[in-house]
T-cell receptor, first 116, second 115 residues
């Protein structure tokens, strides 16, 4: 089965360090999403791309977060500098349009980030 | 603004019985989509079922069915013949016509299946 691949699965780092999370979307999908999951906030959309172009990153702290799609097979989410409040699970998802009305998202396994 | 509400933080069900997980939503969009995702302890988000607002029939996927009541703005998930592997967190989500892919998630319901 095709699936979204995220790396790394777990990341422990110290405050102030740069963190890069990578995502390989499902081949043929043209939308990619980054979500963050915490106990307090639940699932929040950080950014999403269509055909590699960023469509919405309003949910992302701009001063420290950046999301890019250098090519159709790779999406990255960077945090620089990282802070303890960034500790969360970060999910990448890629999208498949359903009859023009909605997108069924396939999620990766997530990156568990701990910033000490 | 769109909103998803899941009022059941936790549910228990006996193996082989059916269970209903509640979800209500609020939107002013005439066209929208509703989703259910399962998140087992491994953390992965697994798509279960999708219902479009204009779909005439309730969506079904194997043991999963979505009880869509548009007038009441509810989209409850029904799992028939529960299995131990169904123990997980379940999230209801929606997006509006102008926000394709920008899924809004509920807080989730933890389901535990008892043997």
């Amino acid at each position: 089965d095709a699936r979204v691949t995220q790396t790394p699965r777990h990341k422990v780092t110290e405050m102030g360090q740069e963190v890069t999370m990578r995502c390989q979307p499902i081949l043929g999908h043209n939308t990619v999403f980054w979500y963050r999951q915490t106990m307090m906030q639940g699932l929040e959309l950080l950014a999403y791309f269509r055909n590699r172009a960023p469509l919405d990153d309003s949910g992302m702290p701009k001063d420290r977060f950046s999301a890019e799609m250098p090519d159709a097979t790779l999406a990255t989410l960077k945090i620089q500098p990282s802070e303890p409040r960034d500790s969360a699970v970060y999910f990448c998802a890629s999208g498949l349009v359903l009859g023009g009305q909605g997108e069924k998202l396939f999620f990766g396994s997530g990156t568990q980030l701990s910033v000490l | 603004a769109q909103k998803i509400t899941q009022t059941q933080p936790g549910m228990f069900v006996q193996e082989k019985e059916a269970v209903t997980l509640d979800c209500t939503y609020d939107t002013s969009d005439p066209s929208y989509g509703l989703f259910w995702y399962k998140q087992p302890s491994s953390g992965e988000m697994i798509f279960l079922i999708y219902q479009g607002s204009y779909d005439q029939q309730n969506a079904t996927e194997g043991r999963y069915s979505l009880n869509f009541q548009k007038a009441r703005k509810s989209a409850n998930l029904v799992i028939s013949a529960s299995q131990l592997g169904d123990s997980a967190m379940y999230f209801c989500a929606m997006h509006g016509s102008g926000n394709t892919g920008k899924l809004i998630f509920g807080q989730g319901t933890t389901l535990q299946v008892k043997p």
